[in-house]
């Protein structure tokens, strides 16, 4: 009997292809094989929600070579990924392959022999729950971004574009700004006490009491205080009050769901969220770790013992300890979290790019500590009294027993204090008050706004990644050199008009909301077609009202002293979807535009291609930062990586910085 499996990528057709016999051929649908049109909306509200889907012309070639392959086949197994994206693409591919008495869905969660046995084995039924679930949430996106993008067209300028969670995601960043900018910082002080034994071995102390009553990070608000403070404390007697000595311990995190991989992955590796998940499908696909997209931390009895069997005979019995974790919320369990296919799959020996060892190497080792025992610190914490009712403590810590830091290391201090005694009195060095302000919160990076966005039930973890490079794509945020995100003037602009005339769009609470009816769709409780109606209706309704109350606000523009070298009028800067640019007052006569310099921009570099243009960081339209000459477009030199400004000693071509290092330009160098 012949049978025909599709999945979805080439690169997991060619996995699964070595564990099946000759009889089963196996082939890729690149994605999916139909969409909404591109050129218009493709819902119709009058006709209860009527999806129309077509074939992307890039897809028809491949679905005509699917059709020939699915007449040949007696059986064909629809293996597309098990989520809702998943779901929905086997769902495509039944109704146009005509599949129907014709095929089994089959769902794994790592690509490996006996899970592809296990699959065949265990044919599964098409959700259809979670199909609508997905077709719902692609709806609703597309209803917001081509509804309220012409708005925004109308109302601020041309180009600009709003997304149901991507807006969301800019809010937060926006909201945040706000606060910095109207942050306060307050003044308060903190005294240590540098104090000695008899033997000259120093150590410090932080004052926290007097006569009992703590003082808090904000106990001591002027310099007047603690200087007060400070002379009562050099007149002062010194004597160890009590010393507590105990065991404390460090427990491993769980293994890696979607979300903590892409935010660990962003403070260890600098890894964008995309470029992670992108890694991620990789791995997957050839086969070394299960499916990258899950809120599950679930691990199957295998891998336990897996984990078990190798830490026992690596580092010892003493060092394993079976975990099981439970995630919170909606997680789906019957999933599992990320984790290596095969734990003998060292991160070493595998040959494989080095960026995609870095994120393998990260995923074995958090799946490897996760079974494995505590981190063991001894603990002392000592409190001296003063002979005028102050109250001072020390804290000291060493590592006892590196459990599961052996393989997953993090970041701890250890502090040693002398050997003290209680009502051992000891000697005054120095007392050394320290000026602190109370600190603004800090801007998003990409791995702060994924936590922000998870805990607030905004988007799913599979969504993360493309809201991140969306609202980058749009210019409407953007990374500055801390890699943190800022709110670009447009980007400001655009949430403005939002909060005030579609509050429930960036609203928080009701993005969330949406996300718990979408997920009661795909657990086949409410209607897909009722949760359309009840957002569109109301939507609709004060996106009408809108289009007549609010006037355009247009950006104005700022006068410069710069003149049009084509004809000779002043020219202004003009606010534009990319930024700020110099326009001709003369327009539409006169079409001449200019860019802006930036200073920022400028790396003093000169350009080794033509040797007269400086190197230039820019950002492309997807919103990556790049570097090219200042000449272009008559010269056409660029890099991806930053450049040093210094020449390889090999092939003379520009040192670049790849993560921490740096490293020639020129690919055919191996410098």
């Not at 499916?291 to 830490?311: C, E, G, K, P, V």
């Not at 997680?331 to 020996?349: G, K, M």
Request: hydrophobic letters at 30%; proline letters at 5%.
């Amino acid at each position: 009997m012949k049978s025909l499996v599709i999945v979805e990528s080439p690169t997991k057709a060619n996995t699964i292809k070595k564990f099946l016999g000759a009889d089963t051929s196996v082939l890729s649908s690149y994605g999916h094989i139909r969409d909404l049109p591109k050129s218009t909306l493709g819902i119709d509200p009058e006709k209860d929600f009527e999806i129309k889907y077509v074939i992307p012309t890039k897809a028809r070639k491949n679905v005509n070579l699917l059709k020939k392959e699915v007449e040949k086949a007696d059986i064909v197994y629809v293996a597309t990924d098990p989520d809702r994206e998943g779901e929905a693409i086997a769902w495509h591919l039944i109704d146009v392959l005509n599949l129907k008495g014709k095929y089994k869905r089959i769902s794994f969660h790592e690509i490996t022999k006996p899970a592809i046995e296990e699959a065949l084995k265990n044919p599964t039924e098409l959700n259809i729950d979670v199909v609508d679930a997905q077709q719902a949430r692609r709806a609703l996106d597309r209803i917001v971004g081509y509804k309220l993008s012409p708005f925004l067209w109308k109302k601020v300028m041309r180009g600009l574009s709003a997304g149901r969670v991507q807006s969301v995601a800019v809010r937060l960043i926006v909201d945040r700004e706000n606060e910095i900018k109207n942050f306060k910082p307050e003044e308060y002080w903190g005294i240590i006490a540098v104090l000695k034994k008899d033997s000259k071995e120093q150590f410090e102390s932080t004052l926290t009491k007097k006569k009992g009553k703590a003082f808090g990070k904000m106990g001591i608000k002027t310099k007047g205080e603690g200087e007060k403070i400070k002379e009562e404390l050099e007149k002062a007697k010194y004597q160890i009050s009590s010393i507590e000595k105990k065991e404390t311990k460090r427990s491993p995190a769980s293994p890696f769901t979607t979300s903590s991989l892409q935010q660990e992955a962003s403070k260890k590796l600098h890894y964008p969220a995309r470029m992670t998940m992108s890694i991620a499908q990789a791995l997957y696909e050839k086969g070394l770790i299960t499916y990258h997209r899950t809120d599950s931390l679930n691990l199957s009895d295998q891998a336990l013992a897996a984990a078990s069997s190798y830490i026992n005979g690596k580092f010892g019995e003493n060092y394993h300890q079976i975990r099981k974790y439970k995630a919170k919320g909606r997680a789906q369990e019957a999933h599992e979290a990320i984790r290596p296919t095969t734990v003998e799959n060292e991160p070493d020996s595998l040959k494989i790019e080095d960026k995609y060892k870095k994120l393998y190497k990260l995923i074995w080792t958090r799946f490897l500590a996760s079974q494995m025992k505590e981190a063991i610190f001894d603990s002392i914490k000592v409190e001296i009294e003063t002979d005028n009712d102050y109250t001072l403590q020390s804290n000291g810590s060493t590592l006892k027993f590196d459990g599961f830091l052996k393989v997953y290391p993090m970041k701890f201090e250890e502090t040693t204090l002398p050997n003290l005694e209680e009502k051992e009195k000891v000697n005054l060095v120095e007392i050394k008050p320290e000026q602190h302000f109370t600190q603004p919160p800090a801007r998003y990076t990409e791995a702060s706004l994924i936590k922000e966005l998870e805990e607030n039930e905004i988007g799913r973890p599979s969504t993360y990644a493309p809201i991140i490079s969306t609202i980058q794509a749009r210019n409407y945020v953007e990374k500055n050199k801390e890699r943190r995100f800022v709110p670009t003037e447009i980007g400001t602009s655009v949430n403005d008009i939002l909060v005030e005339h579609f509050p429930e769009i960036v609203d928080i609470k009701f993005t969330a909301n949406m996300e718990k009816e979408l997920d009661e769709v795909a657990e086949g409780n409410e209607n897909w077609k009722t949760l359309l109606r009840d957002f569109y209706e109301p939507f609709n309704k004060n996106l009408m009202q809108k289009e007549v109350s609010v006037e355009k606000k247009k950006p104005e523009d700022i006068p410069t002293d710069e003149i049009c070298p084509k004809c000779g009028k002043p020219m202004v800067i003009k606010t534009g979807r990319f930024g700020k640019f110099l326009a001709c007052t003369g327009f539409p006569e006169c079409k001449s535009t200019k860019a802006i310099e930036n200073e920022k921009a400028k790396t003093g570099i000169t350009c080794p291609a033509c040797d007269q243009g400086e190197i230039m960081q820019k950002k492309s339209k997807k919103g990556r930062i790049f570097y090219s000459c200042s000449k272009w477009p008559d010269c056409t030199f660029a890099l991806w990586d930053k450049p040093t400004g210094e020449k390889c000693p090999k092939c003379n071509s520009l040192m670049v910085e790849k993560g921490k290092k740096i490293s020639c330009s020129n690919k055919n160098c191996k410098d």
